[in-house]
């Protein structure tokens, strides 16, 4: 951990701080989810983290996007916020977060995914139907059950006859 968050934890210890963050569901042209399994508690997650002192959220999710998945976001998609007591999080060291956390979609985006900052053991696309909740990161699973949500509404409108 390096930055702001950091030198917070050096006053705060393992307290519960709000964690302002940022992250993005990358996809790739079948729009499968690119997830990396995290070093630090084992569950599968997209990119995204803390924000640093003024920094624009869509660059912090650009930031995390190339350090720990490697690659270069071209644009950046709203996808929705993720906050609230399902987002609270003790990580396996202690430290103690409130998530508010600002989620993109990312269509396009070029570079080789690849594992570039030691967050990360391995990096893999996954099929809205092959994810396991139980396998994801606590604090995003709210985001993982909706991106599954929604990624289900366009064939449920297709056999009700509804227009797309």
Known sequence: MTGYMAEMRKYVGHRTVMQCAASVICLDASGRALLGKRSDNHKWG?????????????ECARRELHEEMGVTAEELEFFCVNS????????????????????YLC?????????????????????AEE?????????????????????????ERQENGANL
């Open 107 to 127: 269509r396009k985006w070029h570079g080789e995914p690849a594992m570039n900052d030691g967050e990360m053991e391995e990096l893999r696309f996954f099929a």
């Open 84 to 103: 609230g007591p399902e987002t609270h999080y003790i990580y396996p060291n202690g430290d103690e977060v409130s998530n508010f956390e600002i989620v």
């Open 131 to 155: 994810i396991d909740m139980e396998e994801i990161s606590p604090p995003i699973r709210p985001v993982m059950r909706e991106w599954i949500r929604r990624r289900r509404l366009p064939a």
């Open 46 to 58: 997209y990119s995204g983290g803390a924000a640093e002192i003024d920094e624009i959220a869509e």
